[in-house]
């Protein structure tokens, strides 16, 4: 009792330093838990050729729709300067105007997307191919073609996508072959999602989710500080169907390519457009699906192709090396994931089973 009164200045004090602080703490539980009155606004629409989706979040909504512009100008942007479906993109210029043994100029962005392309593959002894073009144009899956090319023909393609004929210097490209083109399709639905992100980081949103393509970029969070939590399309379940759930925090890009994208059949087989550069033939070795977590969207869409032309093994066994989280779903409908995204992904689907090894 005397140390009571002895101390009770003290005590006082540290009563109310500690009601304060206990206040303080509550309040932020409070506003983090609502969200501090953030809104959401989700837009869908078509560019670069693909389903566009973008749920964003924002304690001023007025921010929702210019957000929603800035990226819709962001991807016409990049459209226009890397897509070979655009006949006046930077891109199809080089393609139609290079000279062999020339150096054809190209912008930073262009020789950037390049460069990592060309290391993987490299990495992959061939089975990413960023000049694949030639043998894509042959098969027209995405043009709505449904035949077996001609076998000469497909040979001299193959020869035409050999990446080693292509060389990077200063500030343009090097062909050595007159009849390559190159095609960023297997790269650009991750790239715009850098794009995008670098444009969000300049807005005072607090977080987004756009989904472009296969590849889905997670940007910030809804107000909550937790975690988002994003769907894989299932590869045999109908558009927007889901198989599986990761959980990535703000600054990740999940992209998948899948055999179910655009494809058509013949005599009960499946032909779809991610093509192994050596046989000229769509990739055929038991996969229907991978998807790649990463942080840099480029390097997660380039993956998720390569490793589906590489197989589960081999694939496996590469997304590994690069220290990607990766999911690859086989035709048995057997799952496969990295040990480092185990912890982060969930079935969603009775039709599916994950190999543990
Ligand atoms: P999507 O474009 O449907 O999201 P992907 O990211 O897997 O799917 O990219 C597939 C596209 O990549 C094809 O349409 C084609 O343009 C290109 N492509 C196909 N096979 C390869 C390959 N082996 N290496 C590099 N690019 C490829
Ligand atoms: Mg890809």
């Given at each position: 009792?005397?140390?009571?009164?002895?101390?009770?200045?003290?005590?006082?004090?540290?009563?109310?330093?500690?009601?304060?602080?206990?206040?303080?703490?509550?309040?932020?539980?409070?506003?983090?838990?609502?969200?501090?009155?953030?809104?959401?606004?989700?837009?869908?629409?078509?560019?670069?050729?693909?389903?566009?989706?973008?749920?964003?979040?924002?304690?001023?909504?007025?921010?929702?729709?210019q957000?929603?512009t800035?990226?819709?100008?962001?991807?016409?942007?990049?459209e226009?300067?890397t897509?070979?479906?655009?006949?006046?993109?930077?891109?199809?210029?080089?393609?139609?105007?290079?000279?062999?043994?020339?150096?054809?100029?190209?912008?930073?962005?262009?020789?950037?997307?390049l460069?990592?392309?060309?290391?993987?593959?490299?990495?992959?002894?061939?089975?990413?191919?960023?000049?694949?073009?030639p043998?894509?144009?042959?098969?027209?899956?995405?043009?709505?073609?449904?035949?077996?090319?001609?076998?000469?023909?497909?040979?001299?393609?193959?020869?035409?996508?050999?990446?080693?004929?292509?060389?990077?210097?200063?500030?343009?490209?090097?062909?050595?072959?007159?009849?390559?083109?190159?095609?960023?399709?297997?790269?650009?639905?991750?790239?715009?999602?850098?794009?995008?992100?670098?444009?969000?980081?300049?807005?005072?949103?607090?977080?987004?989710?756009?989904?472009?393509?296969?590849?889905?970029?997670?940007?910030?969070?809804?107000?909550?500080?937790?975690?988002?939590?994003?769907?894989?399309?299932?590869?045999?379940?109908?558009t927007?169907?889901?198989?599986?759930?990761?959980?990535t925090?703000?600054n990740?890009?999940?992209?998948?390519?899948?055999?179910?994208e655009?494809?058509?059949e013949?005599?009960?087989?499946?032909?779809?457009?991610?093509?192994?550069?050596?046989?000229?033939?769509?990739?055929?070795?038991?996969?229907?699906?991978?998807?790649?977590?990463?942080?840099?969207?480029?390097?997660?869409?380039?993956?998720?192709?390569?490793c589906?032309?590489?197989?589960?093994?081999?694939?496996?066994k590469?997304?590994?090396?690069?220290?990607v989280?990766?999911?690859?779903?086989?035709?048995?409908?057997?799952?496969?994931?990295?040990?480092n995204?185990?912890?982060?992904?969930?079935l969603?689907?009775?039709?599916?089973?994950?190999?543990?090894?």
């Amino acid at each position: 009792m005397r140390f009571i009164a002895r101390h009770r200045k003290v005590l006082k004090r540290t009563i109310a330093v500690v009601c304060i602080l206990l206040f303080c703490y509550f309040a932020f539980l409070t506003i983090r838990g609502n969200g501090g009155n953030v809104k959401s606004q989700v837009y869908s629409g078509i560019a670069m050729g693909t389903a566009v989706k973008k749920t964003i979040y924002a304690k001023d909504t007025t921010l929702l729709n210019q957000v929603d512009t800035l990226i819709d100008d962001t991807l016409k942007e990049f459209e226009n300067q890397t897509s070979v479906r655009v006949k006046d993109s930077e891109l199809s210029k080089i393609n139609r105007t290079y000279v062999v043994g020339g150096i054809t100029k190209a912008s930073d962005n262009i020789l950037d997307y390049l460069a990592l392309e060309l290391q993987i593959w490299r990495e992959t002894e061939g089975a990413f191919s960023p000049c694949i073009y030639p043998i894509t144009a042959l098969w027209g899956i995405e043009d709505g073609a449904e035949k077996i090319p001609d076998d000469t023909e497909l040979q001299k393609r193959i020869l035409a996508s050999d990446a080693n004929n292509i060389e990077l210097v200063e500030d343009g490209i090097v062909f050595n072959d007159a009849d390559m083109s190159i095609d960023l399709g297997a790269v650009g639905k991750g790239a715009a999602c850098d794009l995008v992100r670098e444009q969000l980081v300049q807005t005072d949103i607090q977080g987004a989710v756009i989904s472009i393509g296969g590849s889905i970029l997670a940007y910030g969070d809804k107000g909550d500080g937790k975690d988002w939590h994003i769907g894989i399309q299932d590869p045999r379940g109908k558009t927007g169907d889901v198989f599986g759930i990761v959980d990535t925090d703000g600054n990740m890009v999940v992209s998948t390519s899948g055999d179910y994208e655009k494809y058509f059949e013949l005599d009960e087989k499946r032909y779809h457009h991610i093509i192994n550069p050596i046989t000229g033939y769509p990739a055929d070795n038991g996969l229907i699906s991978v998807s790649v977590v990463c942080e840099s969207g480029i390097l997660s869409d380039a993956l998720s192709t390569a490793c589906f032309v590489l197989g589960l093994e081999e694939g496996m066994k590469y997304a590994e090396e690069k220290g990607v989280g990766a999911v690859f779903v086989t035709s048995d409908k057997e799952v496969y994931v990295t040990k480092n995204l185990k912890k982060k992904f969930r079935l969603q689907s009775d039709d599916y089973t994950i190999v543990k090894r």
